[in-house]
């Protein structure tokens, strides 16, 4: 069995080495992104491994005439493939489902930054400003938190805020029973409402597509702090930072934005942006931005690739998929 995997990384080589020969499939390791150019690095492969880069129907067409008979995305989101184009053509979709304590841990590490304005802490400790006016923090402690979406990663904040002892509110589509005793499920108003910061943990869909927006900003509580890890159309961004610039938001920690796609994961040194969003944001001292690194750990990393080979060795031997999505 022969595996083409594209955007490889330096640090995942060795884990790609490790996983190919544990379970003996031949591996075709291609730096850069998926594209009509390298298409062809995929001929005689039955699988192709990809992360986030674009997948529309003619790349996914020339794959199936290269014998391709799965893409799996080693990620948790899939929206970046053309789901139908590949149900069309009779490819089979998949994710993969590393560990969710990666992102859950991350997203704390990010609520305990916001509520503790350590951007602001860390940027004048360089430049030797050792004063206290601005940076008085609250505790997470006393906050009530809305999680929007409860899925792995949303319950395992769950799980982790509740060693804070936060009063937690969630929403999602399909509530959690083992969710009981932690969290109070409610709906979307209340949260909007009731809550002093609000993380979300949604997929990119048509029903999360600009949650937060000026409508749902304005039944907010003033000062609400809002924690991002999950996609950036979930946030109307120039909604977000009318409501910053307003104080309507107090803070704000986001590890994606909308149009990220072209900037992260690049090195953009000395080089202009063109991201006019992003300049604002991340010139803000009480929104911390980070790119899109939540789910990077050794652990993680390691069930990406590690799924990502089981998942197309189980589609190709027709065994049950647990990762398919299309
Ligand atoms: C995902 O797994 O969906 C992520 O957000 C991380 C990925 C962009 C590498």
């Known amino acids: 069995m022969k595996i083409t995997a594209y955007s490889c990384r330096p640090d995942e080589l060795a884990l790609f080495k490790h996983f190919g020969e544990k379970y003996g499939v031949s591996l075709v390791l291609v730096p850069e992104g998926p594209s009509m150019e390298n298409a062809d690095m995929a001929e005689g492969s039955q699988?192709?491994?990809?992360?986030?880069?674009p997948v529309n129907e003619p790349l996914l067409r020339r794959w199936k005439e290269c014998g391709v008979q799965i893409v799996s995305s080693r990620t948790v989101g899939y929206e970046h493939v053309d789901g139908d184009a590949a149900e069309r053509l009779g490819i089979a979709l998949a994710n993969v489902s590393y560990t969710p304590n990666t992102v859950a841990e991350y997203t704390v590490m990010a609520m305990l930054m916001a509520v503790r304005r350590m951007k602001a802490i860390m940027t004048r400790f360089?430049?030797?400003?050792?004063?206290?006016l601005d940076i008085r923090g609250r505790e997470l402690g006393r906050m009530t938190v809305g999680v929007v979406g409860t899925g792995r990663i949303g319950e395992t904040v769950v799980r982790l805020l509740k060693g804070f002892g936060c009063r937690i509110l969630a929403y999602d589509i399909?509530?959690?029973?083992?969710?009981?005793?932690?969290?109070?499920y409610v709906e979307l108003e209340e949260i909007w409402k009731e809550c002093d910061l609000i993380t979300f943990h949604t997929p990119a869909t048509e029903k999360s597509f600009h949650m937060v927006n000026r409508e749902t900003l304005s039944q907010m509580k003033d000062?609400?702090?809002l924690i991002n890890m999950?996609?950036?159309t979930v946030m109307d961004t120039d909604a977000l930072i009318e409501a910053l610039?307003?104080?309507?938001?107090?803070a704000a920690a986001l590890d994606v934005v909308e149009n990220e796609g072209r900037i992260y994961y690049k090195d953009f040194k000395y080089q202009p942006l063109g991201h006019h969003d992003m300049a604002i944001l991340s010139a803000m001292p009480n929104v911390l931005m980070t790119p899109h690194t939540a789910f990077f750990t050794d652990e993680a990393v390691s069930d990406m690739i590690n799924y990502s080979i089981l998942s197309c060795i189980a589609q190709v031997k027709?065994?049950?998929?647990?990762?398919?999505v299309r």
């Open 318 to 324: 027709g065994e049950e998929n647990p990762w398919r």
């Open 245 to 250: 610039e307003q104080g309507k938001v107090g």
């Open 47 to 53: 699988g192709v491994s990809i992360i986030t880069t």
């Open 174 to 184: 399909h509530p959690r029973e083992e969710l009981a005793g932690l969290a109070e």
């Open 126 to 132: 360089l430049g030797q400003d050792y004063s206290l």
């Open 230 to 232: 999950a996609r950036g």
């Open 223 to 225: 000062g609400v702090v």
